[in-house]
């Protein structure tokens, strides 16, 4: 079994100290997740690591080496 967020990992992500908050964010960014007997979203991080790295939007470009040829 996974490892699951913690409260503050929680508001890292989302921004929000609320659970009511967060878990609106999380459901508006399309994450699945439970809800616990208080109230927070459960998360596990495998989700996030599985979607961070799938995600091509949200990679850094590098460099455009081609560009370097047309200076000389």
Known sequence: MG???TKDDLI???GYKRATEQRQWLADNGYTFDVRGDGRAALLWDQIEVR???DKSR???GPNLAA???IK
């Open 3 to 5: 490892r699951f967020l």
């Open 12 to 14: 890292e992500l989302t």
């Open 52 to 54: 961070n790295s799938c």
């Open 59 to 61: 990679r850094v470009p």
């Open 68 to 70: 370097l040829d047309r």
